[in-house]
């Protein structure tokens, strides 16, 4: 049956959150997150403390679409206060591996003794340290955290050699709220 749904998500103090057509922008302590999210039949408005969002002559489809947009501004909300947090370990059995950040790039020097070094970008607005054999990458947006410490695993990939031997590389041992 059809029927208009309707989804609050509150705003606490000190967010602020502006819907401009399809694009909505959540300003907090730290920083900004601007996402664009497109689904013609749900509509996204601002009244006074709560995002609304609702769909008329609603089918399941919509409140799917309703559902995953609510996690999206949630997941906003909760990075412009608090930065989300990925820590990874850095292991290397067989050589001696040489960790370093230039920039905005991770350089892995002597991973499996090879001479040239491996490199990988990541985006400015995350900021990665590194202490001793530990990675922390932290950012306001989780999508762009999560997406670069996936880079930082992936860059390690080992492939035509055992794993169960050759297990060195970079591994994500904490996500935000999950412990790996």
């Keep these: ?3 208009t749904l309707t989804y609050n998500v509150a705003v606490p103090e000190g967010i602020d959150v502006a819907v401009k057509g399809r694009d909505v922008t ?3 302590k730290n920083g900004a997150i601007t996402r664009r999210l497109l689904e013609p039949r749900v509509t996204i408005n601002v009244d006074g403390k709560q995002v609304v969002i609702q769909a008329h002559k609603s089918t399941k489809r919509e ?3 309703m559902g995953t947009i609510q996690a999206h501004i949630t997941n906003m909300i909760k990075g412009v206060q608090e930065p989300y947090l990925y820590r990874l370990k850095v292991c290397a059995s067989h050589f001696p591996m040489n960790v370093t950040v230039v920039g905005n790039e991770l350089v892995v020097k002597n991973f499996l003794g090879e001479k040239v070094p491996r490199k990988i970008g990541f985006d400015a607005d995350v900021k990665v340290k590194i202490a ?3 990675i922390e990458v932290t ?3 989780i ?7 996936s880079k930082f ?3 390690t990939f080992i492939n ?4 169960r031997i050759f297990q060195d590389g970079i591994y994500i041992t904490h996500k935000p709220g999950v412990d790996v």
Excluded at 160 to 163: F, G, H, P, Q, V
């Design 160 to 163: 035509k050699r055992d794993r």
């Design 26 to 28: 959540v300003k907090g």
């Design 63 to 65: 409140k799917m679409y």
């Design 139 to 141: 950012a306001a947006d």
């Design 153 to 155: 695993e992936g860059i």
């Design 143 to 149: 999508e762009l955290a999560g997406r670069t410490a």
């Design 132 to 134: 001793g054999d530990v």
């Design 1 to 3: 049956m059809k029927q």
